[in-house]
């Protein structure tokens, strides 16, 4: 009779579980203790515009004070153009580590996904959502020298005269030409359309007279307004601003009591970002909101904050309600 020696093969079995079980261990192990130690090096945060819009200004505020919080330098990297595609990618493909985040914006989730038939981010799957930090109202101005005191004034000369005025945003298909579009819906007017590769741009042209009007953040508007050099004449909010209290919302001058065309901003990173980074990154921006609160609202925005998830749940459902919107705005089939 012959014996199978069943030990040997039991115990290769059991040392090779016990081997892929240590090495999991390790590596969650890796994952703690890099979470732990975060962050021990200087974080990149993408701003996919040009120096000088109200994101990039917002996120060199809030990063400075983020900073401070998490003890480790915040860099601002600039990479505009393309309607913020370019900043975007690159933070989508980036290291899920923490050390490349993006300062985002709706137009990044909800406007881009509407008229871009092919992304290269998908704006749900490719990132984890952070915080959001302020929303910001969109305001229609001209020159303080401009011939138009009112949106009425406005109106009527650019009935009497379609495609003769002209407008000037950060980009085409950014959420400032998706307010000037509803705008021009709105009140059935023919206006000229400027894209430029930034705010920035858009608005040293602006000031210098190449186009007559502009759709931006009221935060960027705001300075121009106090030195004189600019006027309001509406803003896109639902209700009037504690900052502007004397201008008047779009929807109350065209009477359209649905009209809103606030925007946001805020902070995501590359989707598989260790949970405990995120958390580390959302108190850290809940602190910096906090820090600047003053300094935000009396420069026109609306302070958010909130939940990973309740950033989550705006996206989804901004991309339900708005994207319909944005199809027949920009005539998409």
């Not at 008229?115 to 984890?128: A, E, H, R, V």
């Not at 210098?208 to 931006?216: A, I, L, P, T, Y």
């Not at 459902?317 to 994207?323: G, S």
């Amino acid at each position: 009779m012959r014996f199978t020696n069943t030990r040997q093969p039991l115990r290769r079995a059991a040392r090779a579980t016990l081997l892929a079980l240590l090495a999991c261990m390790a590596v969650a192990g890796t994952g703690l203790a890099a979470a732990g130690d975060y962050p021990d090096r200087a974080i990149k945060m993408i701003v996919p515009f040009p120096p000088g819009g109200a994101t990039d200004t917002v996120s060199r505020v809030l990063a400075k004070s983020m900073s401070a919080n998490l003890g480790q330098p915040i860099v601002i990297d600039n990479r505009g153009g393309a309607g913020a595609l370019i900043g975007s990618e690159a933070v989508a493909k980036a290291e899920p580590d923490g050390y490349t985040v993006l300062s985002t914006t709706a137009g990044v989730h909800i406007v881009n996904p509407a008229i871009y038939p092919k992304l290269p981010y998908d704006s749900q799957k490719s990132f984890t959502p952070v915080s959001q930090f302020v929303a910001a109202p969109l305001t229609l101005a001209v020159l303080a020298t401009s011939p138009f005191k009112t949106v009425q004034d406005l109106i009527a000369y650019a009935k009497a005269h379609p495609g003769k005025l002209s407008y000037g945003t950060a980009g085409a298909g950014t959420s400032l030409h998706q307010s000037g579009e509803m705008f021009k819906e709105a009140a059935g007017v023919d206006i000229l359309h400027v894209p430029y590769k930034g705010a920035g741009p858009a608005m040293n042209d602006f000031l210098g007279g190449q186009v007559d009007m502009m759709f931006s953040y009221v935060g960027s508007i705001l300075p121009g307004v106090k030195s004189g050099r600019l006027r309001m004449l509406a803003v896109g909010s639902p209700k009037r601003l504690p900052a502007i209290p004397d201008v008047p919302t779009v929807a109350e001058v065209l009477k359209k009591p649905g009209y809103d065309s606030d925007t946001w901003t805020g902070l995501v990173v590359p989707v598989g970002t260790p949970a405990p980074i995120v958390e580390r990154l959302n108190k850290a921006a809940h602190f910096a909101l906090e820090q600047n609160r003053e300094y935000l609202i009396s420069s026109g925005y609306v302070i958010i904050g909130g939940t990973p998830k309740q950033m989550e749940q705006r996206i989804a459902t901004e991309l339900k309600t708005v994207t319909p919107l944005l199809a027949k705005i920009m005539k998409m089939p």
